[in-house]
């Protein structure tokens, strides 16, 4: 992760590395621009290019369009995607600043621009011995009189959790373990004035929290339960908003140990709920909003020893429930399980998970959206979805009806941990619903978390998916 500075210029900034945002029909400033760089850009509007580079031998300038076109029906993600592409010539060109000059004047314009800009800069390249990334981008200067400095900060820090949390989700199992996973959110939960609470092996046994040490117990790796807590003073919710984030350092199956092309190599993603539930909440804590919440991220990896557990074993939950393990790799829903019935103690407004839950999820919707599903009041997911439009990181709403829960009866148990051969991410859901009193909202963003097929600020690997959009989310309800 590479940190850039975010600058807020107030003076006509000086004509070099300028990106100019101009609407469409805009008249371009005579002063600035020749009669000649006008007629070519006009030329390349007519073309239908949004991104106009203009090179005078030892700087460049810029024209980004805004407004729609085919390519994308959605203002704000046209440009962020344009946004994407001028990161490439940021790159190609070495430069290592921009001053980005919005002649729309519209504040949510710059936001994506810069979005786009920086999430598409993002590269992971520790492990790279020749790392050739060239000269790195530095600084972004905005201006636009509808900025405050707070707007400033709150750009910065959304970017800034979202490749945080790429960063880890990007790591591999191997030097990301529970432990070191819990080193690092506390590190960053310090930095942002959060209170931080681990839980570990020993304490979990005196909890009862069956669940997630029965997924621990093929690990050589102990488990650990983090809880970030936000409460501001003048906090305008009297319950708090309580998360849940899964987070599975390694997901191999355990002994019902998933075939390894594909569906195993990249399960050090498996914890990305967890990185998007405490992004979430370190821009929450940077940004000082008047809310109070609570995330718990269980975090273990689910690996195969002589101890792990086994299809056919019976767990007892936190709550006191039983569980007929059917299948070790439905691991996700037995750790958010206890983290579920531990926060429902705080007696939350809504409780919220975000979890690589399913590859069923992953199935129905692919890359483009996110399954959400629940028993919380329709407004919630009318806000998610609204939330989820502005941001680009889209919700789907699944159905949640009780005829779904008869699939997880059990034999022997409370309930098993998974449901027939169909609707696979709305029985996890229905699992999770055991495990809380309080309204329900489950989110699965199998599908999202980690591209395989790099597209505009998307480059292989971690997304960040979610913090974005529950920050939104969040703001939203205390407005
Ligand atoms: N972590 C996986 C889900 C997953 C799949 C995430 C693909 C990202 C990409 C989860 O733990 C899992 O293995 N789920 C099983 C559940 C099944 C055994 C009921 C699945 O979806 O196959
Ligand atoms: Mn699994
Ligand atoms: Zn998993």
Known sequence: MNNIIFNLVKDTPQLVNTVFIVDRFDKLDKNIFSDREIDYIQHRIAQNARLIPLNYFYH??????????????????????????????VKTNELDFLTIVDHTQKKETTAALVEGLVLASYSFNKFKKNDNSGKL????????????????????????????????????????????????????????????????????????????????QGSEEPPVLIKLEWKHPKSKNKKPYAFVGKGVMYDSGGLSLKPTTKSMDYMKSDMAGGAAAAGLMFSIARNKLPIHAIALIPATDNRINSKAFAPGDVVTMHNGKT???????????????????????????????????????????????????????????????????????????????????????????????????????????KFLENFTSHPFIHLDIAGVAYTHTPRDYYKFGATGVGIRLLYDFVKSLTK
């Open 137 to 216: 981008f530095k600084r972004i200067n905005i201006f636009n009189k509808d900025f405050t400095t707070a707007d400033i900060d709150e750009l910065e820090i959304m970017v800034q959790t979202v490749s945080f949390a790429r960063d880890l989700v990007n790591e591999p199992a191997s030097s990301l373990t529970a432990t070191k996973f819990a080193d690092e959110l506390t590190r960053m939960a310090h930095m942002s004035g959060l209170s931080v609470e681990l839980y570990r092996k020993e304490e979990l046994k005196k909890m009862n929290m069956g669940g997630i040490l029965s997924v621990n």
């Open 323 to 429: 569980v007929e393990v059917m299948n070790t790799d439905a691991e996700g829903r037995m750790i958010l399980a206890d983290a579920l019935s531990l926060i429902d103690k705080h007696e939350p407004e809504f409780v919220l998970s975000i979890a690589t839950l399913t590859g069923s999820a992953s199935r129905a919707v692919g890359p483009y959206g996110i399954v959400a599903m629940g028993n919380a009041k329709q407004k919630y997911f009318d806000q998610l979805e609204e939330s989820g439009e502005k941001t680009y990181e889209r919700i789907v709403q699944f159905p949640f009806w009780d005829d779904y829960a008869t699939m997880l009866k059990s034999d022997i148990a409370d309930l098993k941990n998974i449901g027939g051969e169909s609707a696979g991410a709305i029985t996890a859901g």
């Open 60 to 89: 460049w300038n810029f024209i980004v369009l805004s407004g729609t076109d085919e390519s994308c029906g959605d203002e704000l993600e046209a440009i962020r995607r344009t946004g994407a592409e001028l990161a490439e010539k």
